[in-house]
C-alpha cells in the first residue's frame, strides 16, 4: 500500500489545522507554569507549514526540507528547533519521489523522531511533547496499512498528552513549579497530540 505525496500533504494540512483549532486552550494551558505562547508559535510554525505545503512543487523528501527550512526561518519560542528537527528528520529519509510506501512512511516517522531525540532529551513522564511523541512513534510501528498508522498514531498521542495531567514538569520553565504543575496538561505534548489526530483525517 503506497501513499502519495498529495494524500501526506493533505493529512499533513489537517494535522495543523486541528492545531490551529486550538489555538487559545493551548495558549491557556502554557499561561500557567509557562510563557503564555505556545499557542501562538504553534499557530506561525502551522502558518509556516501550510504556506510551504502549498507552494511546493517538489518530492516528498524536497517538501519535508523545506518545511523544515520554513520553520527554522521562524523567530520566537522553543517549539520551534523541536519541530524544524522533527520535520529535517522526516526528509533524511524520506523517497526524492511522488508516493511511498507503509514502510517508508514509517521509517519517515521513525528517524523524525530520532532526530526531535537529539534536541529534546525527555522521557515518557517528563510532561513535555515527548510524552504523546514517543507513543505515537512507537505504536505506529505496528500498523498494517496507511490508515491504520495515522489512527493508531493519533490515539497513543492523545493517551500520551493526556497523562501529562499527572506529572510535575521537569524541563522548561515550568520545571520550577514542581508538583504544582500537577493537574495541568502539558501544552506541547497535547499540540503534538491534536497534531496526529488532524493527521487521521484523509481529507482536507
Not at 492545531?19 to 502551522?46: A, C, P, R, W
Not at 511522488?98 to 519517515?108: A, C, V
Amino acid at each position: 500500500m503506497k501513499i502519495t505525496k498529495q494524500q501526506f500533504a493533505s493529512r499533513i494540512i489537517n494535522g495543523c489545522n486541528e492545531i490551529k483549532i486550538h489555538e487559545e486552550q493551548l495558549t491557556e494551558l502554557d499561561s500557567y507554569f509557562g510563557d503564555g505562547d505556545h499557542g501562538l508559535v504553534m499557530n506561525e510554525i502551522t502558518d509556516a507549514i501550510i504556506e510551504t505545503i502549498n507552494s511546493s512543487n517538489g518530492s516528498i523528501k524536497e517538501m519535508l526540507k523545506d518545511i523544515a527550512d520554513a520553520i527554522m526561518d521562524l523567530n520566537a519560542g522553543s517549539s520551534i528547533p523541536l519541530w524544524n528537527s522533527y520535520f529535517d528528520g522526516m526528509s533524511q529519509v524520506a523517497p526524492n519521489e511522488d508516493e511511498m510506501t507503509l514502510q517508508q512512511l514509517k521509517d519517515i516517522f521513525t528517524n523524525g523522531y530520532k532526530e526531535f531525540a537529539n534536541i529534546s532529551t525527555a522521557k515518557i513522564g517528563d510532561k513535555t511533547m515527548m510524552d504523546a511523541l514517543i507513543l505515537a512513534s512507537m505504536g505506529l510501528l505496528s500498523a498494517q496499512n496507511v490508515d491504520e498508522l495515522f489512527e493508531i498514531a493519533a490515539t497513543e498521542a492523545l493517551f500520551g498528552a493526556e497523562a501529562t495531567v499527572n506529572y510535575p514538569a521537569k524541563f522548561g520553565k515550568a520545571k520550577s513549579y514542581g508538583e504544582e504543575t500537577i493537574g495541568i496538561c502539558d501544552a506541547g505534548a497535547l499540540s503534538m497530540a491534536y497534531f496526529f489526530k488532524g493527521m487521521a483525517k484523509k481529507e482536507i
